[in-house]
């Protein structure tokens, strides 16, 4: 029997359906949006099902009953009439200056007005919204339903431009302080985003949305569960399976591994990435399309601005507050890093209300970093893997002396902005690159107090670095044997390096290193 085709890039209901495309069903929870509230927000990152979502209320509120046979909704809402929907998508726009927002909310009134009329005093764009909100429940005598796709897509372009940024935000918070002024004349209304704007930004005044991001009780509104993965992807599990000539429990454990992992909100079974499943599903194959579907540059900015340690990213603790707002004005990165789903929650403290956050899987974790390191050091993006690639051979070859002229090339031609803070940076530099090897090689790296250490094993070999700034090559490597950091691998058989190299504030780069054969 031939398997339905899976609907990688269909974000809208009634084609997916009509199409006869897989739909993981998820209309019971619509059900209970529709009938236990009606003021939403949720934050999801990108290609997690979203829009799909809104397409799905969509369909609802036009009461299109035929599009939800054989769903769980169907046994559920028994009247399916109809309302005027309002729908607004903000992700078809580039927003590079202040008429770009004006552009995309005039055009999407203007359709509006040709449905339900308008008055010439309504100059603004938040009356002229309200103003459609108030004729479009006169004219239908049903309320209406709001949905309104990538709220925050023009402040998320707009970070790192204050200016542009304070523009957008008082656009969009007059425009949103519609859905209070109307609201006896709203049925319905539901905003989605990867972020969530708060204190001075386009939620202050809006305080009637009820925010689902972190609620138990919605953490499966989109994405993939692990039950739904064995329910209803369990035939392409086994055609995967025969195609690459592994068990069904091994592409269970690989697709574990890369997709799964995602919580948002603690003491929850992970969500899969629904984007990366899909296509690994559709090319029998697994990579990585999360990442290949492009990583917003406004994450590098923030953190090279802030000057962040990467370190941290591994095991990160933030309180609830920050989790789950972003401040125009804070300086903190997490907060967005977080929402865009490259870190997720690991772990909870009830007793400090503190969450423990961390990389979601091995697909976001490899892939953040590929994408940073060209951000960090002089190489271009095409560049980049070949060196990580030639990185592995001369480590798996016993060659340090090859491995750390390589290394050097890294901070030669850095510029200058990126090293407002020289021991970052290096520490930095050198995280990525462990992590990436990673991937390949044994890795363990440790700072502290301003000292790195880093050992990688490969292949017969072991390399006990220790690095120094403004110290001495020859100091380093003392410090590996007066600390005894090569006796935990005494008695493992590998051929030991250590490696004591000096970093220079003067020249910014590595000044010597000294090898020696234990």
């Known amino acids: ?26 209309t019971e929870v619509v059900y209970k949006l529709v009938t236990t509230g009606r003021y939403y927000f949720l934050s999801r990152p990108r290609r997690f099902g979203k829009s799909l979502l809104l397409s799905t209320l969509h369909a609802y509120f036009d009461g299109r009953r035929d599009l939800f046979e054989g769903l769980a909704i169907a046994g559920m809402e028994q009247k399916w009439d109809k309302y005027p929907v309002l729908h607004l998508d903000l992700n078809t726009q580039k927003y590079e200056s202040p008429g770009a927002l004006e552009e995309i909310l005039d055009n999407a009134l203007s359709q509006w007005e040709v449905l339900y009329g308008a008055r010439e005093s309504e100059r603004s764009l938040s009356l002229r919204f309200l103003g459609i909100i108030q004729r479009a429940c006169e004219k239908t005598g049903k309320r209406v339903a709001i949905l309104i796709d990538e709220y925050d897509k023009p402040m998320l372009q707009a970070i790192g431009n204050p200016e542009l940024q304070e523009s957008y935000r008082n656009t969009l918070k007059a425009f949103y302080g519609a859905l209070k002024s ?44 692990g039950a739904e993965l064995q329910r209803d992807f369990g035939a392409y599990m086994e055609r995967m399976a025969a195609e690459l000539d592994m068990s069904v429990g ?32 559709d090319a ?31 095991d990160e603790y933030v309180t609830e507050d920050v989790l789950n707002s972003v401040d125009v004005a804070s300086t903190n990165p997490i907060p967005v890093i977080y929402q865009s789903g490259y870190l997720t929650i690991k772990d909870y403290d009830p007793e400090f209300r503190t969450y423990r956050l961390g990389f979601p899987n091995a697909e976001v974790e490899d892939g953040f970093f590929r994408f940073l390191l060209p951000y960090y050091t002089s190489l271009n993006p095409v560049e980049a893997p070949f060196h990580v690639q030639k990185f592995v051979q001369e480590l798996r070859a016993g060659r340090p002396d090859a491995f750390l002229t390589r ?27 462990f992590k990436l090897l990673g991937m390949y090689v044994r890795a363990e790296y440790h700072t502290s107090c301003g000292r790195i250490d880093m050992v990688l094993q490969s292949r017969g070999y072991t390399y006990i670095m220790e690095f120094k700034l403004d110290g001495t090559a020859e100091d380093a490597l003392r410090q590996i044997t007066d600390k005894g950091y090569s006796l935990p691998f005494s008695t493992d058989g590998t051929t030991v390096f250590h490696i004591g190299l000096n970093f220079s504030s003067e020249t ?11």
């Open 250 to 281: 091994d592409v269970t454990v690989e697709m574990t591994r890369l997709y799964d992992g995602y919580h948002f909100t603690a003491g929850m079974p992970g969500i899969y990435n629904p984007f990366s499943v899909l296509n690994a599903f």
């Open 1 to 26: 029997m031939a398997l339905q085709n899976l609907p990688i890039g269909i974000q809208n209901f009634e084609s997916l359906r009509k199409d006869g495309y897989l739909y993981v069903d998820k």
């Open 284 to 314: 029998n194959a697994f990579g990585s399309y999360w990442f290949e579907t492009g990583t917003p540059t406004y994450l590098v900015h923030l953190l090279r601005t802030q000057n962040y340690s990467l370190e941290r990213m591994s």
């Open 407 to 433: 290394l050097k090339s890294f901070f030669s031609d850095t510029p200058y902005e990126l090293v407002k803070d020289l021991e970052n940076h290096y520490q930095n530099v050198l995280f990525i690159l």
């Open 182 to 225: 109307g609201d006896q004349y709203i049925k319905f209304a539901m905003l989605t985003g990867v972020t969530k704007f708060g204190k001075v930004s386009v939620f202050s005044d809006l305080n009637n949305l009820k925010d689902i991001s972190m609620r138990k009780d919605y953490h499966e509104i989109c994405g993939i569960t």
């Open 508 to 518: 910014r780069n590595i000044e010597k290193w000294v090898i020696r054969l234990k």
